[in-house]
């Protein structure tokens, strides 16, 4: 294996960056509603998932 593979596409991050938001969130809303709690979690989710996607299409249209 080689160690000085680099990996430059940090879009990825904003999936998990969105779920940690979404619990974080949610722990607000934990004591009031489960379903809450997991409502947040799966905006977060989709939050990134949407971040990612814009992310690509801005990284594919630059000319670099």
């Known amino acids: 294996m080689s160690d000085d593979i680099t990996i430059e596409d940090k879009s990825l ?3 998990g960056g969105g779920v940690l938001i979404g619990l974080g969130v949610g722990f607000f809303f934990l004591q009031q509603s489960a379903l809450a ?11 990134g998932l949407m971040v ?13």
């Open 13 to 15: 991050w904003a999936i």
């Open 52 to 64: 990612t996607a814009i992310l690509s299409v801005v990284k594919r249209s630059d000319p670099d």
């Open 37 to 47: 709690f997991v409502g947040c979690i799966l905006l977060g989710l989709g939050l």
